[in-house]
């Protein structure tokens, strides 16, 4: 399985960005996936979490009323709609996947996903 991650870019503070996501087979049916980012020189971090049946979603808090993690099951596509962004946010954003429905205390796991994208990059300009 294959993830394919897009969108990323460079953009000033305050400003608004989009990623997409999408697998290379049907996998998002009824797992979990999620959005997680390593800034240089720290560790990958949880960023949001969707869970496919019912779209339950779960953030950080440094994201939180900024960040909106969504799936449209027709399309097979994660998204994350980024607003308000911070020189904080400038990180490698990576999409991750699970054919699991992940309990609410597994979602901020980075070891719960099984399958990751290779990573698009956000910078984010004061």
């Known amino acids: 399985v294959q993830l394919q991650a897009s969108g990323g870019g460079m953009v000033q503070a305050g400003g608004s960005l989009r990623l997409s996501c999408t697998p290379s087979?049907?996998?998002?049916?009824?797992?979990?996936t999620a959005w997680l980012r390593q800034a240089p020189g720290g560790e990958r971090e949880f960023v949001a979490a969707?869970?496919?049946?019912?779209?339950?979603?779960s953030y950080v808090d440094s994201v939180k009323g900024r960040f909106t993690i969504s799936r449209d099951r027709l399309k097979n596509t994660m998204y994350l709609q980024m607003n308000s962004l911070k020189p904080e946010d400038t990180a490698v954003y990576y999409c991750?996947?699970?054919?699991?429905?992940?309990?609410?205390?597994?979602?901020?796991?980075?070891?719960?996903?099984?399958?990751w994208g290779p990573g698009t990059e956000l910078t984010v300009s004061s």
């Open positions: 969707v869970r496919w049946n019912g779209g339950a979603t």
């Open positions: 087979v049907q996998t998002f049916s009824s797992g979990t």
């Open positions: 991750a996947a699970t054919t699991r429905h992940l309990i609410t205390s597994r979602l901020h796991d980075r070891q719960a996903y099984d399958y």
